[in-house]
């Protein structure tokens, strides 16, 4: 295909696919949103509450989209050990790693309160 007439929305929906598909904690945070979204259509949530698991879930996604760009990168130019390929892949985990325990605090923060009242009347 040539580059002029590529599709970067095809491209771009083939890239979240395959990484769905090859890439297991992908999968877990997907699943993960998808309970979120659901519980907090249950509860209900705010506006504003929806605007910060909106942006914890875009969040995840993208460092986690964006984690294994980097690790697809890494084994492509460094099959074997390098201490530069541990580093970019180790900072990569470490962007996954902030943005889930950022979107865990926020998360706590949005649906603790709002379980305890529900369930303690
Ligand atoms: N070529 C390499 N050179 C040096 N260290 C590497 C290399 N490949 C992997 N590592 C080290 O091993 C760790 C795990 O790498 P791996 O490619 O298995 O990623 P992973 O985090 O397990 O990915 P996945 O999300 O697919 O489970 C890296 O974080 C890095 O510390």
């Given at each position: 295909m040539s580059?002029?007439?590529?599709?970067?929305f095809a491209?771009?929906?083939?890239?979240i696919?395959?990484?769905?598909h090859t890439e297991r904690n992908f999968k877990i945070h997907v699943a993960c949103s998808l309970l979120v979204i659901i519980l907090g259509i249950w509860?209900?949530?705010t506006t504003s509450d929806w605007y910060w698991i909106a942006l914890c879930i875009a969040l995840v996604l993208v460092t986690e989209l964006l984690?294994?760009?980097v690790e697809s990168i890494v084994d492509l130019v460094s099959p074997t050990y390098h201490p530069l390929a541990k580093k970019a892949k180790d900072a990569a985990a470490g962007a996954v790693l902030i943005a889930a325990i950022f979107s865990l605090i926020i998360g706590?923060?949005?649906f603790i309160p709002?379980?305890?009242?529900?369930?303690g009347g």
């Open positions: 580059k002029k007439n590529s599709n970067p491209h771009a929906w083939v890239g696919s395959a990484t769905f509860l209900p949530l984690n294994t760009a706590g923060m949005i709002k379980l305890c009242s529900y369930f």
